[in-house]
């Protein structure tokens, strides 16, 4: 089977590159304490969401609560947070080993599914297209590397993982991740000075570096930092709050390969826009037609996790179970959004264990599915 093994960012608890992260308190009303004597945690009020019991959600309680009650007993191993959202409504937010609500936590290479929202916005406003060539938007760097393949290097290779570049995602002494973590260097130069194995829209391959660049793209085409026009774009509509990225050179560049922290509710909320087809609380964030690209197949079977098998589309994945499309954000460590169209459900989930952190996927499957009635 292709690639078992996690989705990788550049790890940033450990990366040496010139990074700032502070990861502020934030956020209003909380969850109260898990139960221990097997009761949901009682919803915060809040005025993001509106709230259902699983009940009124049309989902099987004892389901749920078992769903529940093995996280809490560490079955799914160090689980940070678990929300499920039906029909636009949080029917179940739940912290676990000391994660709450206020505290935003690192989204790995959901990043990168992050980062292709952002780069729809950029599409949308007019202000980049799929075509337009990767070195055009960088000539401060020139010369760059002589090389046909990397001029005709297009935003669409970067966001479907067909770039070209002669690179392993793996990490090992000497190995392209292992060194682009390493660097107390700018960022995009390393990159673009990078050589190609083979021509654009070739073959897939993971790899964050082309995310990295990609945000470099969309920060100089819409004259904003990435993280600013994210704010501006894409949070603000949402009401995120506290988001916080690692950045690093040239100029706060912000790490949009593996960079960002949220808050999970904050992960539900993009779930829910991608269910809604770009519509956040009856206001389209995102145009219809580029969420529907976002997620739509390009390469089929890259990965197989927890037993299914994954394509890739335009920064987002897509599996399937039991003839129900689920469309997917994913991150090392076990970071997770979970968008099942045909339920009408999203699962944001949020860990800080390599050995489990396919254990989203493995209880959407054996409890979020099938807790789901029949209407």
């Known amino acids: 089977m292709k690639g078992a093994g996690p989705v990788r960012a550049l790890i940033v608890a450990t990366t040496t590159a010139l990074v700032t992260a502070i990861v502020p308190a934030c956020g209003s009303s909380s969850p109260t304490g898990p139960d221990a004597t097997g009761t949901l945690t009682p919803l915060a009020l809040t005025d993001d969401w509106s709230s259902a019991t699983p009940a009124e959600a049309g989902l099987d309680v004892t389901r749920i609560m078992d769903l529940v009650q093995r996280a809490r007993s560490g079955q799914y191993g160090r689980i940070g947070s678990l929300l499920v959202v039906r029909d636009e409504r949080l029917v179940v937010e739940e912290y676990f080993n000391g994660w709450s609500a206020e505290r935003a ?173 770009g519509q956040w609380q009856g206001r389209t964030v995102i145009q219809p037609e580029l969420i529907n690209l976002l997620t739509s197949r390009v390469t089929r079977g890259v990965r197989n996790w927890a037993g299914h098998s994954f394509d890739y589309g335009y920064g987002w994945w897509l599996t399937s179970d039991g003839g ?33 952190w396919t254990a989203p996927v493995e209880f959407l499957s054996s409890h979020l599915l099938p807790s789901v009635i029949a209407r």
């Open 105 to 277: 936590h690192t989204l790995q290479s959901v990043t990168k599914s992050v980062t292709a929202l952002l780069t729809a916005l950029a599409i949308q406003s007019g202000q980049l297209s799929l075509q337009d060539r990767v070195t055009r938007y960088f000539p401060q760097y020139e010369p760059i590397p002589e090389d046909a393949r990397k001029e005709a290097l297009t935003v669409g290779d970067l966001l479907t993982m067909r770039s070209g570049l002669d690179w392993d995602e793996s990490i090992y002494p000497g190995s392209p991740l292992q060194r682009l973590n390493d660097c107390r260097c700018d960022w995009l130069r390393f990159l673009l000075d990078w050589p190609m194995r083979e021509g654009p829209g070739s073959r897939w391959e993971y790899i964050s570096g082309n995310t990295i660049l990609l945000g470099g793209v969309v920060g100089a085409a819409t004259g904003r930092r990435l993280d600013r026009f994210a704010a501006e774009a894409l949070f603000a509509p949402l009401r995120v709050t506290g988001d916080t990225w690692v950045r690093g050179l040239p100029d706060g560049l912000p790490h949009a390969g593996g960079g960002l922290y949220l808050r999970p509710r904050d992960m539900a909320k993009l779930g829910a826009m991608v269910l809604d087809q």
């Open 324 to 356: 129900r499309d689920i469309i997917a954000a994913s991150g090392a460590m076990g970071q997770w959004i979970l968008v099942v169209p045909s339920a009408r459900l999203v699962l944001a989930a949020t860990s800080d264990d390599d050995s489990r």
